[in-house]
């Protein structure tokens, strides 16, 4: 690499199992300097190779696999360029830096799918079966899911990621001291509720304010008679249309905190044992019913 060249930083590895042992992936979260907010992710060349069942040092079977006859005929220009010109970057590992020679996941995918074809097609050569045999196996490993999805969350991106989006959002549509609010649920509480919501991510939800709606359904509806009728008076909303306080801080250690600390272990509880969304909300309804109480959203809409 120059100085000239983009420098690409990857500050996220951990094998895929999914792929095969030792099959590692990255992800490249920053450029030039810059953190990504949709960063890509990579599999080294000698990672593409060991999936497929290639032994090569640095992976440069890979590459000489597909500029053979039979199988290099079902790849198009398009993906040969790509396989020609790989990713390179930096990964930092604590205390060094390993330089590391890539493909996108999604160029990994379109190898596997023109392998399936060049097997339909009867354009592999014997000895090339194999390649066909294992893009089928891996294909049906990720059937119900993503390659990014699964590089993502093994390599811990996410939880890194997921604890800034959900400040973020609490920030915004839970208004005045939302991070204090935060700290008063347990962090598995935000993981699991968008979990069970039928999120991968909170980088997924379009609609962030749907946080707000789901806390008032879940917790202050549940929680006790009136309790939201309550706290509308105890504190309401100003000439803006703000909170001066967060309706957490008009409870106390010995009369309120506890029984939501309860509630919440109630309500995870059974965000655990639900295999789906509508399943969740059924358990809540007989277990944890709303109170009947008319009243305003405490919380903002967008």
Known sequence: MSEK??????????????????????????????????????LSKRASAAALGLKSEGGSAFLRTFSRKGVGSA???????????????????????????GYETST???VLQALM???????????????????EMLLVALANTTLDTLVYQETGYWTVVEGQKISDILDKYL??????????????????????????????LKRPSFVGHW????????LAPGIREKLNK?????????RKKMHHQFTSEAHGLPELREHLVKVMAYMDVASSDQQFMRMMNKALPKFNTTYEMPFDED
């Open 215 to 222: 806390v008032n359904d879940l917790v202050y509806d549940r």
């Open 234 to 242: 105890l504190n309401p909303r100003t000439d803006s249309g703000r």
């Open 108 to 110: 990994f995918i379109e």
């Open 75 to 101: 790849i198009d220009e398009n993906l040969r360029f790509k396989i020609e010109n790989p990713i390179v970057f930096k990964y930092l590992d604590p205390g060094s830096e390993l330089l590391v020679h």
């Open 175 to 204: 208004v005045d001291q939302a991070r204090k609010w935060a700290k008063t649920f347990p962090d598995d509480f935000w993981f699991k509720l968008i979990k069970t919501k039928g999120y991968p991510s909170y980088l997924a």
């Open 117 to 135: 074809k060049a097997r339909r097609t009867g354009d592999l050569a014997p000895s090339q079966y194999f390649l066909a045999e294992n893009a």
């Open 5 to 42: 060249e983009t420098m690409i930083y990857s500050h996220y590895r951990a094998p895929i199992s999914q792929l095969g042992e030792g099959v590692e992936a990255y992800v490249l979260d920053e450029i030039d300097g810059q953190k990504q907010d949709r960063p890509r992710c990579v």
